[in-house]
């Protein structure tokens, strides 16, 4: 059973850093991709970015890239998502996803798997 589990939430300050942390487990990972979404009150589920387990390669949304970096630990069998110059319209829910099939797709309903979500709250 897959499970997906995300760290590293909480309230920041505007322009202040957040590393959330997803640890994976209960599969190989090596042909998954994985997403980080987030979801503010009252909006759509947004992609933010994402990695490919083999090979290592990135893509971002625009809203956040050059702020944003997702890396992975292959030993630790997780990923993060490093948030830099962190502004207040970064505020929701952040979610870890996992994509069987190894394809980046910016659509949530794409994702096979889901985290519970961890709050990150930027104030201005």
């Known amino acids: 059973q897959v499970q997906l589990v995300e760290s590293g939430g909480g309230l920041v300050q505007a322009g202040g850093s957040l590393r959330l942390s997803c640890a994976a487990s209960g599969r190989t990972f090596s042909s998954y991709t994985m997403g980080w979404f987030r979801q503010a009150p009252g909006k759509e589920r947004d992609f933010v970015g994402a990695?490919?387990?083999?090979?290592?390669?990135?893509y971002y949304a625009d809203s956040v890239k050059g702020r944003f970096t997702i890396s992975r630990d292959n030993a630790k069998n997780t990923v993060y998502l490093q948030m830099n110059s962190l502004k207040p319209e970064d505020t929701a829910v952040y979610y870890c996803?996992?994509?069987?099939?190894?394809?980046?797709?910016?659509?949530?309903?794409?994702?096979?798997?889901w985290g519970q979500g961890t709050q990150v709250t930027v104030s201005s």
């Open positions: 996803a996992a994509e069987r099939g190894g394809s980046v797709r910016s659509n949530w309903a794409s994702y096979d798997y």
């Open positions: 990695v490919r387990w083999s090979g290592g390669s990135t």
